[in-house]
């Protein structure tokens, strides 16, 4: 397309991107917006070096002139979108890249490979820090990031950055720690009992090196042996026991009972297991004090992409006028213009629909809300407090009241439609 | 783990981990192993440079002892496993880490992390690929990968690589021609089309720059009017149309007839859209050349993660003697001991069973078959032919072979028992 277009002379038209999804996943009632601050992270290097340019040469990609635009290739134009951290619902513009074409077409797969899967993990860990009780400061129990070993290595680190956007209160991942300031925490395996003659002596060593606030995992052999011994080498401030198999609600009671009979009424419980928000909102009623959450937070519980696009909505014509485009092709047209969108609120502040506006302005529509794109890059130049670990703590704020602000329907885990409507004027 | 078993001192026991995974995907046939190249790439450069040894002093991560083990750590032990491209089923020993605890621990989230998310995309791919007839070179129907945009944005280069391995034609992805010398692909999006001011001008430009053997997308507007307008510029050396939209049975027919009665009879159709194994499937009797498949691909075709584990099978005890260890845990016991395996073959050389023996060698069990285990590092010198371009070369040779040594019903899509069974003995 690069080539084609500097060969047409098209690539210089300036043109806006959107990126959006047509739908939520079957059943979801909201998505996030998340990876923003990722992807800002990375707009600046994204170049084509040495290595590219021969790779390309070597394979007889790209002619002189297009071999020549990628050498010199800076993004110099402009990006407006959604907050990280916001919510957003079917047909949301939340991210809008304005530049020449050439500029702006040569971002599509980089942008949206972090927007569709960073959404995607923070869409579901949306779900379960909800099913969890919400903020942990606020009541909720904490939900701990715990997914690296079950996806790839670097959509790891990703997907505990998602995940602390969400609400997550920490991770087990520790390059996210030290990337975003993500608090950490970790943990003992099966196999690190295993490596010992006897669970006794497992738990000594790490009780010997941690102090007894650490946290024992009770189920390599027989749980209830397994926290009688716990609480004899730890004693009364054994900080927590973690379970990781088997039913997690009967157990959860079993041991806090046997907890509680020896006097270790402080002691928490961690669960972990396969959990996902379904199986949390389960153990609700458990006496659990935290949830260990792996493979279904890092997959997104069944969805593991957001399936946003990257769609040309407006272009400039031979006289440098724009003009919006849009493709009719069956079942996935799209709408031209570039979008302005202000979430509607009731008279109590309570969102009441998604309102989305191409050929005019929201205001001159006559409709109000709260404003949800933001400048994100003018010029080329990254704006300030989107990235780095300054980016996930304001996502992370973003995100609460973004949450906060939806109908109680956002909360119901059962399948339904999205929990505002989106009203395009 | 690292630090408390320093401490213990069994941090220096000789141990083997195992990796496994204990059931496939809800009713698939069998699994592939795919990522073996990439961790044995990265195997060397594993290690605790400067800024992350910093950032755990910082956080209080790890006392001296453990610093310094990590600032000298460097894989020195042995790895065997499955050769990549290999069919697995439930309990197939994939990998064997053999080495002091303190060393095989840390390879955990890096090994499980590569082996999940590649052999999720590759054992998805496979299907695809029988689906869609098998092999190209024997009469199958090419598949080109095409999912990047939906999936992170180097999960995306691995999942190139691992559609690679179980016979794509080709990829979008340029880094990974580049890596591993993946044959590639472009295409043209509904963008380049909507940039011009006609559809024709976009076919012009298009056909100027590449001529006539390029392939151009129909379906932005209406498609039989833009069938004819390809045809009218590209003439009847039009390589190929590609339709992304809509009932692509229907209108491949619709296409052929019209493509034919223009007289264009060797023009290719290319279909893609949402295309996983059960579509492609579907399009086995339309008039349809190849297959562009996207997000079902690199989200693993409702499978995102194979699932594996890496557990502790055996170490040593005080007086230096190997020990098999398992854990009891309900519904997570393991078995212990290190495994041989063999693919048992019945007289015609059609795989039979996946015979796994633990306490004795298959051998001594009475057991024949093809072994499956080769030695991929010793003492951590990583053994030729496994890595880079080579490496995927002979992964999507072995493929072949294990996936034509299967009996008939590894073919079927619909859901079931794995194919072969998995023998202890």
Known sequence: MLQASLRSGAAHR???FEVFARRLPPGRRFGVVAGTGRLLERLEAFRFGRNELDFLAQRGIGDDATLDFLSRYRFGGDITGYAEGEVYV??????QVTSTFAEACLLETFVLSVLNHDSAIASA?????MAAGGDPDAG????????????HEFAATAAARAAAVVGFAATSNLEAGRSWDVPTLGTAAHAFTLLHDTEEEAFAAQVDTFGPGTTLLVDTYDVEAAVRKAVEIAGPALGAVRLDSGDLVVQAHEVRKLLDSLGNTSTRIIVSSDLDEYAIAGLAAAPVDAYGVGTRLVTGSGAPT??????????????GAPVPVEKASQNKASAGGRKQAVRGLDHDGRAEAE?????????????TGRELQIPLV??????????????????????RASVEELPPA????????????TVFV
Do not use: F, W
């Open 378 to 399: 003018i010029g080329g130049s990254v704006q300030p407090g989107t990235t780095g670990p300054e980016g996930v703590q304001h996502a992370a704020q973003r995100h």
């Open 355 to 367: 309102i989305v506006a191409a050929e005019t302005t929201v205001v001159e529509a006559g409709y």
């Open 140 to 151: 909720g129990r904490p939900c701990v990031e715990m997914g690296s070993r079950r996806t």
């Open 14 to 16: 300036t043109c806006t």
């Open 306 to 319: 957001a399936s946003m696009v990257y769609k040309l909505v407006q272009r400039q014509d031979g006289t």
């Open 90 to 95: 079917p047909n949301s513009p939340v991210l």
């Open 125 to 129: 860990g949306a779900r379960m820090v």
């Open 410 to 421: 956002a909360h119901r885990l059962s399948e339904g439609e999205p929990v505002i409507p």
